[in-house]
Structures are given as structure tokens and as C-alpha cells.
């Protein structure tokens, strides 16, 4: 989605992560890739290799919305994968202007240029759901997610339930391996800190340091 408004959040997120955020269930996530419904924007081709699933702050956003739409309002996925095309054709601005409307469980969209809605408004009650809302939840709680104990920072750990059992910075599911890729590709420790926002400078320079250790 791409947009000059400074407080726009980019990064990637993990299924796990999205799961959090969203509420929308990893088993949920992988059903919705399978059948072509909604691919996370950074796929590997090969599913079932390490974080093969990464998804975009636009995808989070959007599937906030959908899974209410579908989980809570029942609306048919036929439908809604329209509703996705057009989620995605909003510049971020549109986000904060747009409301959409559910009438007999199909979606209406208020465009915010002509005041016109897609559907006839029949009388029956209609729900609004505020797009700047969900986009200002999210970021919310993406500000939690981020969270961690100050302890955490640059030190490294290993869980048998986190990673495979991979080496990864604790308090996060980030494996040091994944930073030292980034760091071999020629991303500098900035660059990895956008790419994932919950580590510190502590981190990256701890994942480093245990590479030319090692």
C-alpha cells in the first residue's frame, strides 16, 4: 500500500504474530493460503520450509477486516474475495476516510470521493466498521507485541518449543540464523531492525557477535 503518511507501520510478520494481532488462527491462515483465498504477500514457494509464511502490515490490516466479516458476519468467501481485491486497491489515506457497510451479509463500500455506496440501503440495520479504527487497533497492538522485558535484550536463547529448537533472541521467536542471513545479503543493523521491529540494536549485534564466534 503505498503512501507518504509518515505514521504508516512496514514490516513482517509471522503467522504467529498475525495470529495475535488478528485473532485470526494460524490453522486459519494456512486453510485460507491453500485454497487461494489469501496468500501472505512474502511466501516461499516451499510451504513447509522455516517462516515460508511472512505477511505485510497491509495484509494484517486486511485481515482484520475480512475475518470479522467472515467469522462474525458470515459473510460467503465468494464474496468476499471481491472485498479483498478492493481492500487492496485502498491507498493508506482511503483507509482513514472509508467505511464499509454490511447489508443481508454483502459488503458496501462508502466511497469517500462520491458519497455513493455500491449497494441499495434497504432500511434493514447496517454495520459500520471504520477502517482508521482497525487500522489504529492494530497498531496498537502491534505496540504490545512489541513489548519485552528489558532483560531480553541482546541475549540469546534456545526453547525446544520456539524455532525447532533453533538459537533465537530472546523473549522473540526471531532465530539468529535469520539475522545473520539478512546480514550476509548486506543489510546493515538498521535495516534489520525494520525488518523485524521488536528487536533492539542489543540483538542484532549479540547475533552477530555469536556468528564470528562460532
Not at 443481508?104 to 458519497?115: G, I, Q, R
Not at 533472541?169 to 535469520?178: C, D, H, K, M, Q
Not at 546480514?183 to 546493515?188: F, S, T
Request: net charge positive; proline share 3%.
Amino acid at each position: 500500500m503505498p503512501s507518504s503518511d509518515s505514521h504508516v507501520v512496514v514490516s513482517a510478520f509471522t503467522e504467529d504474530q498475525v495470529e495475535r494481532l488478528t485473532g485470526v488462527t494460524v490453522r486459519q491462515l494456512r486453510h485460507w493460503d491453500r485454497t487461494d483465498f489469501f496468500a501472505p504477500s512474502y511466501a516461499n514457494a516451499d510451504r513447509r520450509a522455516v517462516f515460508s509464511r511472512v505477511y505485510s502490515f497491509t495484509d494484517v490490516l486486511c485481515l482484520q477486516v475480512l475475518a470479522s466479516l467472515r467469522n462474525d458476519l458470515g459473510c460467503s468467501m465468494q464474496h468476499l474475495r471481491e472485498v479483498k481485491k478492493k481492500l487492496y486497491a485502498l491507498g493508506d489515506a482511503a483507509w482513514a476516510r472509508t467505511t464499509l457497510y454490511v447489508v443481508k451479509k454483502k459488503v458496501v463500500f462508502d466511497d469517500p470521493a462520491s458519497n455513493e455506496r455500491k449497494e441499495v440501503v434497504t432500511g434493514q440495520r447496517i454495520l459500520g466498521i471504520p477502517l482508521e479504527t482497525v487500522r489504529a487497533g492494530i497498531s496498537d497492538r502491534l505496540a504490545m507485541l512489541r513489548q519485552r522485558e528489558a532483560s531480553t535484550f541482546g541475549a540469546l536463547s534456545r526453547d525446544r518449543r520456539v524455532a525447532h529448537n533453533s538459537r533465537v533472541v530472546a523473549g522473540t521467536r526471531i532465530p539468529v540464523r535469520a539475522i545473520r542471513a539478512f546480514a550476509a545479503a548486506g543489510y546493515n543493523n538498521e535495516a534489520i531492525i525494520r525488518e523485524y521491529p521488536t528487536l533492539t540494536l542489543q540483538d542484532v549485534q549479540a547475533a552477530l557477535k555469536e556468528e564470528q564466534a562460532a
